[in-house]
């Protein structure tokens, strides 16, 4: 089964430094989707980011970029110049298709916290 | 764009009690899902449905029943509610089929007593 992990239940980081969340994922696939969303005290989920597992570059937009290692199935979020806007919740996914759908698997959630 | 509504937002029932949470598309697309989220154990999948008419169970279906009879609705009934089910609750739907980016509904607060 498909499964996806965040070892760091909190993290914390100043206002304008850098914080990377972990994730690494469980997959027998060579070609597939990972996400990560932010989750804010307003509940919605909102998509950060998305890689293919075929293209090697990294996914970036804007202050967020990935760092994937295909090979050792690891994707995790660098934030860059946070911004106290920046705290919340994020959630690493892994797309996966079934014989009828593509279903995402989450990972546990890693609760960030920006301070002054 | 707000796409997906859910209702209600909050619910608070007892135990026994039968409970439906809506969740309503604004487009036309066909996979729709049912998450829930605890902590400690992030969002995991009750039901999803690929279609009107098709629907099939996720992780932790045990407890729910789904129905879709239109496409654009996806109501999740907890037909005997338990405590257990006390959680937040994540309607969603396919926005991109090819890369299976999720748009969720803003989530539904259930508290079972």
């Known amino acids: 089964a498909q499964t996806v992990t965040q070892s760091q239940p909190e993290m914390s980081v100043q206002e304008a430094e850098t914080v990377t969340l972990s994730c690494t994922y469980d997959?027998?696939?060579?070609?597939?989707?990972l996400f990560w969303y932010k989750q804010p005290p307003s509940r919605q989920m909102i998509l950060v980011i998305r890689q293919e597992a075929y293209k090697q570059q990294n996914a970036t937009e804007n202050r967020f970029s990935v760092n994937f290692q295909k090979a050792a199935k690891s994707f995790s979020l660098k934030i860059s110049d946070s911004q106290l806007g920046d705290a919340a919740m994020y959630f690493c996914?892994?797309?996966?298709?079934?014989?009828?759908?593509?279903?995402?698997?989450f990972g546990t959630g890693t609760r960030l916290q920006v301070t002054l | 764009d707000a796409g997906i509504t859910q209702s209600p937002r909050y619910k608070i029932t007892e135990t026994g009690r039968q409970v439906t949470l809506m969740c309503h598309q604004t487009?036309?697309?066909?996979?729709m899902f049912w998450y829930r989220q605890d902590l400690g154990h992030g969002l995991r999948l009750i039901y999803y449905?690929?279609?009107?008419?098709?629907?099939d169970k996720g992780e932790v279906p045990d407890g729910y029943v789904v129905s879709r009879s239109k496409t654009e609705n996806f109501p999740l009934t907890l037909e005997s509610a338990t405590r257990s089910q006390t959680s937040v609750y994540f309607c969603?739907?396919?926005?991109?089929?090819?890369?299976?980016?999720?748009?969720f509904g803003e989530g539904s607060r259930l508290t079972v007593l």
């Open positions: 449905s690929a279609a009107a008419d098709i629907t």
């Open positions: 969603a739907a396919v926005r991109d089929r090819n890369t299976g980016e999720l748009f």
């Open positions: 996914a892994y797309k996966w298709d079934t014989g009828t759908a593509s279903k995402l698997t």
């Open positions: 487009w036309s697309h066909s996979y």
């Open positions: 997959t027998s696939e060579s070609d597939y989707y």
